[in-house]
């Protein structure tokens, strides 16, 4: 039996490692249209406070649940004694695949596609859909009938398309001669004769919440060495766009995050130990924010 602790540190890791996920969304603000991080117009306010980038904040950790369910179900299914398979496939085109759960008991080999919730519009459940069939064709190749599919959504509330996926799985069970499943919640796990791992798997999921501070620290200096460590590696692209646009820094949107620039100078001297064109550029527009603003 998997043990809270384990469950805790895979949680953890997913709901707060989320500084580089903040930094790109802020990169990406258009002051031409109505600020992400309020409803109030540009015209309406000039500095983004601290709640407004909460609620960006704790938008972002909802995003990263998915993640986090997707590697606990990969323990839980090792825990019921299946050997976990390699997730990334390819398929006679070269493309390589990622499936979300792979693995077999030595007879019957499983594919797992999951989402949190089953609430697509029409473009995205037929892109769902399509991405099963191209698992489902290569893993077929492999196994045949020993090949069992499932689609799996974690909310059983919420059942938007289950008229639409019931039917195409039926068409593609028929078409491939493979058993497909839909299953929401804990019909997974009762097909796996082991239904109390939902119930454990709500008390996990509520001692974690109950368990979580109300509001996430978002001074990125409150800890520089930690910040540094979660984001020196951003794409180029996104520190070029925040070091350029100066109504980042003009507000008090960069000094909220950054409040003594004590990552911010890591960063620094991270960038000059690389000899690159784009480390150099970034080095020196770095070097006059810093400057300027602290």
């Given at each position: ?32 249209v ?60 070269g493309?390589?695949?990622s ?44 196994h ?37 499943h839909?299953?929401?919640g ?53 520190w ?55």
């Amino acid at each position: 039996m998997i043990e809270y602790n384990k469950i805790k540190e895979i949680l953890n890791r997913h709901h707060w490692n989320i500084k580089s996920d903040l930094l790109r969304k802020i990169s990406e603000i258009d002051f031409k249209v109505p600020y992400r991080f309020s409803t109030l117009s540009q015209k309406e306010v000039k500095l983004y406070n601290k709640n407004q980038i909460l609620q960006h904040l704790l938008q972002s950790h909802e995003i990263r649940f998915g993640d986090a369910m997707e590697e606990l179900i990969t323990e839980i299914i090792e825990d019921l004694g299946y050997r976990n398979l390699p997730k990334n496939i390819r398929n006679s085109e070269g493309e390589t695949l990622s499936i979300d759960q792979y693995f077999t008991n030595e007879n019957t080999y499983y594919f797992i596609e999951q989402k949190v919730r089953d609430d697509h519009d029409s473009t995205k459940k037929r892109g769902q859909i399509n991405n099963f069939e191209k698992k489902l064709e290569v893993l077929n190749n492999s196994h045949g009938g020993n090949l069992i599919g499932i689609m799996y959504f974690i909310d059983p509330d919420l059942r938007k398309n289950q008229n639409f996926y019931v039917e195409k799985l039926r068409e593609f069970s028929d078409f491939y001669g493979v058993e497909l499943h839909l299953f929401y919640g804990r019909e997974l796990f009762e097909y796996f004769d082991s239904p109390q791992v939902w119930d454990d798997l709500i008390q996990w999921l509520k001692r974690w919440k109950d368990e979580l501070p109300e509001l996430p620290e978002i001074n990125f200096d409150e800890n520089p060495e930690e910040s540094f460590e979660e984001i020196k590696e951003l794409e180029i692209r996104y520190w070029r766009k925040i070091l350029q646009n100066e109504k980042l820094w003009d507000g008090n949107i960069m000094e909220i995050l950054f409040k003594e620039g004590t990552t911010l100078t890591l960063m620094l001297d991270y960038f000059r130990q690389k000899e690159d064109k784009p480390h150099v550029n970034l080095a020196r527009l770095l070097e006059d924010k810093l400057k300027e603003y602290y």
